[in-house]
Nanobody, 124 residues
Framework: QMQLVESGGGLVQAGGSLRLSCAAS????????LAWFRQAPGKEREFVAV????????YYADSVKGRFTISRDNAKNTVYLQMNSLRPDDAATYYC?????????????????WGQGTQVTVSS
C-alpha cells in the first residue's frame, strides 16, 4: 500500500499562486508515475499534470499549461504542484495519485493510489 497526503490548499485571489504538496509513504516512491487531478463540484475528476518516475518528463492539461508546474523530490517522497496565475475555474479539490503504469498516463483508472484531496478556492 501507498499512502498519499496532500497539503497546501486554501483560498487565493485570482492571479495569485499556491503550491500543493503530496507526501507519500509505504512503497518505493520512485517506482511510480505521479499525477495531480482535480474535481470541482458536480464535475468529473480531471487530469491536471503528470510526472515521470525520474522527474525529467512532465505533461499538462491544456487548461493549466504555462501556469502550473509539477515536480517531485524522490529523496523526500514528495510531489509538488506549483500553481500560478490562478483563475476562478481552477477552484476544485486537488488530488495526487500514483500509478505503476508505463508512460505518462492521464486516465483516472490507471492510478491505484490516491490522496484525500486538498481544497483550492479562487476568488474573483
Amino acid at each position: 500500500q501507498m499512502q498519499l497526503v496532500e497539503s497546501g490548499g486554501g483560498l487565493v485571489q485570482a492571479g495569485g499562486s499556491l503550491r500543493l504538496s503530496c507526501a507519500a509513504s509505504g512503497r518505493t516512491f520512485s517506482s511510480y508515475v505521479l499525477a495531480w487531478f482535480r474535481q470541482a463540484p458536480g464535475k468529473e475528476r480531471e487530469f491536471v499534470a503528470v510526472i515521470s518516475r525520474s522527474g525529467t518528463t512532465t505533461y499538462y492539461a491544456d487548461s493549466v499549461k504555462g501556469r502550473f508546474t509539477i515536480s517531485r523530490d524522490n529523496a523526500k517522497n514528495t510531489v509538488y504542484l506549483q500553481m500560478n496565475s490562478l483563475r476562478p475555474d481552477d477552484a476544485a479539490t486537488y488530488y495526487c495519485a500514483a500509478s505503476a503504469a508505463v508512460g505518462l498516463v492521464q486516465r483516472v483508472s490507471a492510478y491505484s493510489y490516491w490522496g484525500q484531496g486538498t481544497q483550492v478556492t479562487v476568488s474573483s
